[in-house]
């Protein structure tokens, strides 16, 4: 899983880490130091006025100066140092970043997240100094690591959590996406991984348009005992979906698994269909169901749904294919939204938790 951008990136590191010319630069810099000030003394002037005083003055004076010498004043004082440091030079990261940016495209990372991920990496290297002994490959490494990782830092969507807080009413869970990505059988994974939480479900086949489709969800809710609320082909998905949530109020089921048809966001008459499907019955989740094998253009269909419907998160299918990981990285950046699952093989028991962390370890391991 993810071999070739690991591939990839060994390759990019080894040339950079060789490449990489380090110059060191001399700087002043500006520290803050503090000082103790002296303990204020008496003026001569007013060691006369206090001879005056009466001793309980003069006592009340003597105890405000010991009161002001426990504080410790202090001063803060500006002064040139000058340090040497040691960073990449900008001309060298020039060529680096290049290397960098053609490593990721080939991975499918799509162009503007390449961009963004690049220009990130460059802030992070110049505002890094090398340490004594670090070499240029271990800053490179670090530096790129950081940029995926904020990358991939956008929010967390933890499905179970959010179906047992919602209990007013059944927790409608849509799933979307292009012909083929997984969405089917990411419901029957979904069924299953929620029944063993002890969670109940039911299918609301929404896919009235592929023949077969309805079969095909069907045979899903039979081996998995599932109940299911189908119409013939051609009838309203939206009315599908709205029926199988009446149902799942009145049986006190927990989840509603919508399906719905394969469709391109070119198809105005579809992605008209998702969008009447959203409106009516207003879904707790949506999820986007890429195919990880489609590379760049999963991120690009994520973005389009997006768009049109607003996605809540994204599940990763066909990751078990040898699949280039760059969808990963460029899905959660252009829909702001996680991956919270990965599909991992043909059977309902495969699909794993989307670990961002995981995902940099694999990556950079
Ligand atoms: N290897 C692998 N195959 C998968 C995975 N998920 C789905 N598939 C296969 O991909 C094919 C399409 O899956 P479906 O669930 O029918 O896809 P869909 O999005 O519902 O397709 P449409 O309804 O036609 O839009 C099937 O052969 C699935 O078995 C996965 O994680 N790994
Ligand atoms: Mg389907």
């Not at 509603?256 to 009447?276: F, I, P, Q, W, Y």
Request: with cysteine.
């Amino acid at each position: 899983m993810f071999g070739n951008l690991k591939k990839k990136l060994k390759g990019f590191f080894d040339k950079a880490g060789k490449e990489a010319e380090t110059e060191e630069v001399e700087e002043e810099v500006l520290v803050e130091t503090e000082e103790d000030l002296e303990a204020p003394k008496l003026s001569a002037k007013k060691k006369t006025k206090a001879k005056k005083e009466t001793k309980k003055e003069k006592l009340e004076e003597e105890k405000k100066i010991e009161d002001t010498k426990a504080e410790k004043p202090k001063r803060k004082r500006s002064i040139l140092k000058k340090i040497t440091r040691r960073h990449i030079s900008e001309k060298s990261l020039d060529s680096i970043l290049w290397e960098l940016e053609l490593a990721l495209l080939e991975n499918d990372v799509a162009k503007e997240v390449t961009e963004s991920i690049t220009a990130d990496t460059r802030e992070i290297l110049l505002e890094t100094d090398l340490k004594r002994g670090d070499t240029a490959e271990n800053a490179i490494t670090s530096s790129l690591k950081a940029a995926i990782e904020n990358t991939l830092d956008v929010g967390d969507l933890n499905i179970i959590e959010k179906i047992k807080e919602n209990e007013e009413r059944p927790t409608l869970i849509l799933f979307v996406g292009f012909n083929g990505s997984g969405k089917t059988m990411t419901i029957g994974k979904f069924a299953q991984m929620l029944q063993s939480q002890g969670i109940t479900v039911v299918m609301a086949a929404g896919d009235t348009f592929r023949a077969a489709a309805i079969e095909q969800l069907d045979i899903h809710a039979k081996v998995l005992k599932v109940p299911i609320i189908k119409q013939q082909r051609g009838s309203d998905a939206a009315a599908v979906i709205y029926d199988a949530v009446e149902h799942a109020k009145a049986k006190g089921i927990d989840v509603v698994l919508g399906d719905t048809a394969g469709r391109s966001h070119a198809d105005s008459n579809l992605m008209d269909e998702l969008k009447k499907i959203v409106r009516v019955n207003n879904p707790d989740i949506t999820i986007f169901v890429g195919d990880s094998l489609t590379g760049n253009d999963a991120s690009e269909q994520a973005k389009s749904f997006n768009d049109a419907v607003g996605i809540d998160a994204s599940v990763l299918t066909k990751a078990d294919c040898d699949v280039k990981g760059g969808a990963c990285i460029s899905i959660s950046h252009m829909t702001g939204k996680p991956i919270i699952y990965l599909g991992t093989g043909q059977g309902y028991e495969d699909i794993e938790e989307f670990n961002p962390d995981w995902f940099v370890e694999k990556v950079f391991e």
